[in-house]
C-alpha cells in the first residue's frame, strides 16, 4: 500500500512537472528556444488565481484568469522578446530567457510582498480518501485537470486541422508555409497553449501548498529543461512520460535515496545516465 | 583602501572565471550552463589541503588539477551530447556536484568549510597575485586564439561536422578546451576560497553559473576584452547599486535581457558597430 | 573679561553644539533586501530600526542619535565581505549587526574580526561564526542547542517516545538534527526514522505517505515558515494526526496563514514568548505591530534584540572604543524582547528556551525550559 501511494505521490507531482514541461517543449519544437522564462509565467499563473480567488471566491474565474491572461501573456513575451532574436545563437535567447525571468521574479517580489500570498479561505484542501488511497481533493483534481488538458492538447494536435498546421510548420516550416499555414499563427498558438498550461500549473501548486511566492518558478525552471531534454526536445510524448518518470523517481528517492543525493541532484543523475545511454532523449524528438 | 582592495580582488576572481569560460564557449563554442561546479572543485579542494597545511600554492594547484581532471570527464559527454543538450547536462553536472558535496560530511556538508587559513600576502599582495593571474590568463587566451588550437576551436565552435570532415580532430580540441577551461576555473574557485575564507554549497550554486555565462555572453561570445570588460562590470555592480536598493535585481534580470534582446553580439559587438573600420576584431566571426 | 571677547566665543560654542548634535552613531547592519531571502531580511530590519527608533526617542546614546547603516548583501558571501569592509572603513562603524543568512555573516564575521570591530549575529545560526573570534557574538540560539531543547520538550514534557525526524537540508535543519539525536536517547526517544527535503521543496506528499505508515508518536520537523507551513498543511490533510514539533524557523504569522487550521496545536521551541508579561516583550510587540502594521515573527525579534545589546554596550562603554564596546557586550545582562540576555566565553547566547503552540490560530504560552545545562552552548 505504502508503495502504491508513493507511485500515487509520484504521478501527481509528475503530472505537475508535465504541465509545466509540456508548454516548454512546444516552444522549444517550432522555434528552438530554452523558454526559461516560461517559469515567470508558471509564477504568475499561481499570482492570478490567488488574487482573483481572494477577491471573487470563484474557482472556476481564477482558473480563467490564470489560464487566459497568462497564455495571452506568453503571446506577448514572443512578439516583444523572442521574435527579434530568433536567428542568433542559441545562448542568446537563453541568456535573455534568463534575464526575463529574473526581472519577473523581482517584479513579483516588489509588486506583491517577500512574504509570499496565501489563500484566506483555501479551496480543495479536504482529503478525500479513495479506494484506500489518501489524496486531498485538490489533488484529485490536480491529476484529472492534466489528464484532460494533455490528452486535450493530444486531441487537438492530432484530430483537427490546428493541430495539423500545427505538426507540419514543426516538421518543415517552409513546405508548411507553402501549403498556406501562417507560420506566425502558429507560433503565437504554440506559445498560448504552452503558457496557459504553465499558468494552469502554477494555479494547482499555488492551491496545492496555499503559498504563491515571488520565487516559486525557481526548480520548475530548471527542472522543467531536464524533463523536456530527458523527454527528447520537442517530443510532447516523451517530455510527458520523462515528466512522470522523474516524479515517480523523486517520490521513492526522497524517502529511500535522502540521505545520498538531495532530489534535485536525483533528477539530474537520472537525466545524465539517460542521455549517455540514448543522447537524443527518451523518444526521438524534432 | 580595504574596500577597494576587496572589490577588485572579487573582479579579478570573477574575470578569471568567466575568461575560463570563454575557452570553452567563446572559443570552442560547447555552452556549459554548470562551469561553477568546477571553480568549486578548485575551492573545495584548496581548502581542505591548506587547512591540512599544504603550502597555498602545491593547493591551488591541486585545486587546478582536479578540475580539470573533472573537466575533461565532462568533456567526454560533450562527445555524446551536443548544444542544447549539453547545456542541460553540464547544468545537471552543476546540480549533482552540488548534490554531492552536500551530503558529504568531510567535504563540510551543509556547514561548508571555515576558517581558510590566511596564505599570509596581506590584503595588497593577495590583490597582486590575483591580477596577476588574471594577465596570465589573458594573455594564455589570446595566444590560444592565435594559435593553431585556437583555429580548430573556432572551426568546431562554427560548424563541427564541416570541422569534422576537413579532418580535423574534433573531439581531441573538445576536451582540450574543457580541461583549460576547467583547470583555470579551479584557479578562480582556490583563489575565491582564500579571499573570503569560507565556502559553502551555496557559494557554487547554479545561479553563480548562470552569472558567469551571462559575462561571457554580455561580453561578446569570444572577445577576451569584452568579457573582461563585462565581468568587471557585472562582478562589482551590486556594490554600485546599492542605492538602488530594492531595484537592484530587477535591474540586473533587465540588464541581461535588454543586451541580449538588442545586442546579441554583446559589448564587444556593440564596439564592432561603434567603430566599424578598427583594425581590432572584437567580435568572432559567426557573430558579425 | 572683556565684551569682546566673550562675545567672540558664541560663534565657537554653536559650532561646539552644532557638531554634537550633527554627530550619530552610526552602526553598521548587512541585511538581504533583494533576492530569496528578503522576507527575513524586511523582519530584521524591521526589528532593527524599531530598537533604533525607540533608544532615539529616548535621547540614543548620551545624546547621540544612532544611525542604522545599512546594505543589502543578497545573503551572498561575495556581497557580504565587500560591504564589511565599506562599513569599517567608509562609513567608520565601530560595532555591526548581521540581519543576514549564515553565508554571508560568516563570511563579513572575519572582516570584523580582522578589524577588531564587535559583530553581532541577530539570528544566523552555523557554528562557524563565532568561532571567528573574540569579536563575534550571537543572540539567537545554536541549532544543536534548541535541537537539544527539543529533545526534553518532547521526551520529557510532553512525555512522547516514537519521533520521525523531518529535517531541512541546510545548516539550520542539520544541527537542530544534530542536537536533537544527541539528547534523544536522554529522554527516553526511540527516532524511528529520518526524512530530508531541501529548501526549495513544498510539496511533501511522499514524505507524509511514509510518516502516515511509520505511525509514530510526534513528528520533530525543522524548517521555515515557507517550508514548514505545507509541510503541516500536508501532514494533517494525509491523516497525520500527531503532535508536530517545530522550531522557531515556524515563528511567524505566515506559518499560521499558510497551514491554515492545520496549525492548531503545532508547538515549536523559539524565543519570543507572545503571552509574556515582560514589559520589554509587551512593548516590542505593540510598537512592531504598530510600526509596520505586520504581526511580531522571530527574525524581527532578533533583530531588535541584537540592536538592543548594541545600544545598551554604547550606553555604557562609549562610542568611539571598539575594544570597550566588545567587552561591553561580552559582560551584557540585558532584558530584552528574547528574555533575560548573556553570552558564554564563545559569545554564544545564554537564554531559556521558549516554547509556544498555535491555539485559536495565534502563538501562546506553552511552556519554558530552563535548564541551564542542557541548554549550555560550546564554550570553543
Known amino acids: 500500500m505504502l508503495y502504491l501511494e508513493l507511485f500515487l505521490q509520484g504521478l501527481l507531482q509528475g503530472s505537475i512537472y508535465a504541465l509545466v514541461a509540456v508548454g516548454l517543449t512546444l516552444v522549444y519544437g517550432l522555434l528552438r528556444i530554452l523558454h526559461v522564462a516560461h517559469a515567470g509565467l508558471y509564477t504568475l499563473g499561481g499570482y492570478f488565481a490567488v488574487l482573483v480567488f481572494n477577491s471573487t471566491g470563484s474557482l472556476m474565474l481564477s482558473g480563467i484568469v490564470a489560464m487566459f491572461g497568462v497564455g495571452i501573456l506568453g503571446v506577448i513575451i514572443y512578439r516583444l522578446c523572442y521574435e527579434a532574436i530568433l536567428d542568433q545563437p542559441p545562448y542568446v535567447p537563453l541568456i535573455a530567457s534568463i534575464g526575463l525571468f529574473i526581472a519577473m521574479e523581482e517584479l513579483y517580489r516588489i509588486l506583491f510582498g517577500s512574504y509570499g500570498v496565501s489563500y484566506t479561505n483555501p479551496p480543495l484542501q479536504q482529503m478525500l480518501p479513495l479506494g484506500g488511497l489518501y489524496l486531498r481533493e485538490g489533488e484529485w483534481v490536480t491529476i484529472l485537470v492534466s489528464i484532460i488538458l494533455i490528452g486535450g492538447l493530444a486531441w487537438l494536435s492530432s484530430r483537427t486541422r490546428l493541430g495539423l498546421a500545427w505538426r507540419a510548420t514543426v516538421t518543415d516550416p517552409q513546405m508548411a508555409e507553402s501549403f498556406g499555414i501562417d507560420p506566425i499563427r502558429v507560433r503565437y498558438l504554440n506559445f498560448f497553449i504552452g503558457s496557459a498550461l504553465a499558468g494552469t500549473a502554477g494555479m494547482i501548486v499555488g492551491i496545492l501548498n496555499n503559498l504563491v511566492e515571488p520565487t516559486m518558478g525557481s526548480v520548475p525552471s530548471y527542472k522543467a529543461l531536464a524533463i523536456i531534454v530527458l523527454g527528447g526536445l520537442g517530443s510532447v510524448r516523451g517530455t510527458l512520460v520523462a515528466a512522470l518518470a522523474l516524479g515517480v523517481v523523486e517520490s521513492f528517492g526522497t524517502i529511500y535515496l535522502g540521505n545520498v543525493l538531495n532530489r534535485d541532484a536525483i533528477a539530474f543523475v537520472f537525466l545524465i545516465l539517460v542521455l549517455m545511454v540514448r543522447p537524443q532523449g527518451m523518444f526521438r524528438g524534432v | ?288 | 573679561m572683556k565684551l569682546k571677547n566673550i562675545l567672540s566665543l558664541i560663534p565657537a560654542l554653536f559650532m561646539f553644539f552644532g557638531i554634537a548634535w550633527a554627530e550619530t552613531v552610526k552602526v553598521g547592519f548587512n541585511v538581504p533586501l533583494t533576492g530569496f531571502a528578503a522576507a527575513d531580511g524586511e523582519s530584521a530590519l524591521n526589528g532593527a530600526k524599531l530598537a533604533v527608533n525607540q533608544a532615539n526617542a529616548n535621547g540614543g546614546i548620551n545624546g547621540k542619535q544612532i544611525e542604522l547603516v545599512i546594505y543589502d548583501d543578497q545573503a551572498s558571501p561575495k556581497e557580504a565581505v565587500p560591504i564589511a569592509n565599506r562599513l569599517i572603513e567608509k562609513d567608520g562603524v565601530k560595532v555591526a549587526v548581521s540581519g543576514s543568512y549564515s553565508g554571508s555573516t560568516r563570511a563579513a564575521a572575519g572582516v570584523f574580526q580582522a578589524a577588531g570591530i564587535p559583530y553581532i549575529s541577530a539570528y544566523a545560526i552555523h557554528p562557524g561564526i563565532t568561532r571567528a573570534g573574540k569579536y563575534v557574538f550571537r543572540t539567537s540560539f545554536m541549532g544543536e542547542v534548541q535541537g537539544r531543547a527539543g529533545a526534553l520538550l518532547i521526551g520529557q514534557t510532553m512525555q512522547l517516545k516514537r519521533v520521525v525526524v523531518i529535517t531541512l537540508k541546510n545548516d539550520f535543519g542539520k544541527s537542530l538534527a544534530a542536537g536533537f539525536k544527541a539528547e534523544a536517547a536522554n529522554f527516553g526517544i526511540d527516532i524511528i526514522n529520518e526524512y530530508e527535503y531541501s529548501i526549495r521543496d513544498r510539496q511533501f506528499g511522499p514524505i507524509v505517505a511514509k510518516v502516515r505508515a511509520d505511525k509514530p508518536d510526534a513528528i520533530y520537523a525543522s524548517g521555515y515558515f515557507f517550508t514548514a507551513g505545507p509541510l503541516v498543511n500536508q501532514l494533517r490533510s494525509g491523516g497525520v494526526t500527531v503532535p508536530v514539533i517545530g522550531q522557531e524557523g515556524y515563528d511567524s504569522e505566515q506559518f499560521i496563514k499558510i497551514a491554515g487550521a492545520a496549525s492548531e496545536g503545532v508547538i515549536i521551541t523559539t524565543s519570543l514568548d507572545r503571552d509574556s508579561n515582560s514589559p520589554e516583550t509587551r512593548s516590542f510587540i505593540t510598537e512592531y505591530e504598530k510600526f509596520t502594521g505586520n504581526k511580531v515573527d522571530m527574525v524581527a525579534a532578533s533583530g531588535h534584540t541584537a540592536l538592543n545589546v548594541v545600544i545598551t554596550a554604547l550606553r555604557k562603554a562609549g562610542t568611539s572604543n571598539p575594544e570597550a564596546i566588545r567587552n561591553s557586550i561580552a559582560q551584557t545582562q540585558l532584558t530584552a524582547a528574547t528574555g533575560h540576555i548573556s553570552f558564554n566565553g564563545l559569545g554564544e547566547v545564554r537564554k531559556n528556551v521558549q516554547v509556544q503552540i498555535v491555539r485559536n490560530g495565534d502563538w501562546h504560552y506553552h511552556s519554558e525550559i530552563r535548564d541551564q545545562k542542557l541548554l549550555a552552548p560550546p564554550e570553543s
Not at chain 2, 6 to 35: A, D, E, K, R, Y
Not at chain 2, 170 to 193: C, D, E, N, P
Open chain 2, 1 to 288: 583602501m580595504g574596500y577597494e582592495i576587496s572589490l577588485l580582488t572579487f573582479m579579478g576572481i570573477s574575470i578569471i572565471g568567466s575568461l575560463s569560460l570563454n575557452l570553452i564557449t567563446g572559443f570552442c563554442g560547447q555552452v556549459s550552463l554548470g562551469h561553477v561546479a568546477f571553480v568549486g572543485i578548485g575551492a573545495y579542494t584548496a581548502s581542505i589541503l591548506t587547512k591540512a597545511d599544504t603550502t597555498f600554492f602545491v593547493a591551488l594547484l591541486a585545486g587546478m588539477l582536479l578540475a580539470g581532471t573533472f573537466g575533461v570527464m565532462v568533456g567526454l559527454a560533450s562527445l555524446r551530447v551536443r548544444h542544447d543538450f549539453l547545456a542541460i547536462t553540464t547544468m545537471g553536472v552543476n546540480f549533482v556536484f552540488l548534490g554531492v558535496v552536500r551530503e558529504q560530511e568531510w567535504l563540510g556538508g551543509e556547514l561548508g568549510i571555515s576558517s581558510i587559513p590566511d596564505p599570509g600576502f596581506g590584503k595588497l599582495g593577495f590583490l597582486a597575485l590575483v591580477l596577476g593571474c588574471v594577465i596570465l590568463v589573458a594573455l594564455l587566451s589570446l595566444q590560444i586564439r592565435r594559435s593553431w588550437m585556437g583555429y580548430v576551436f573556432e572551426a568546431v565552435s562554427g560548424d563541427e561536422d564541416t570541422a569534422r570532415m576537413l579532418g580535423l580532430d574534433v573531439s581531441r580540441y573538445k576536451l582540450i578546451a574543457f580541461a583549460l577551461g576547467t583547470a583555470l576555473a579551479g584557479l578562480s574557485g582556490g583563489l575565491y576560497a582564500h579571499h573570503v575564507r569560507f565556502i559553502f554549497p551555496d557559494s557554487f550554486a547554479f545561479v553563480e553559473s548562470i552569472t558567469l555565462l551571462a559575462m561571457v555572453v554580455i561580453g561578446g561570445n569570444g572577445s577576451i576584452l569584452g568579457v573582461i570588460v563585462a565581468s568587471a562590470l557585472l562582478s562589482v555592480l551590486p556594490q554600485w547599486f546599492q542605492f538602488i536598493g530594492d531595484y537592484k535585481l530587477l535591474l540586473y534580470g533587465s540588464l541581461l535581457f535588454v543586451v541580449m534582446r538588442f545586442s546579441p553580439g554583446g559589448l564587444a559587438g556593440l564596439a564592432q558597430n561603434l567603430f566599424p573600420k578598427s583594425k581590432k576584431s572584437f567580435v568572432p566571426k559567426e557573430n558579425q
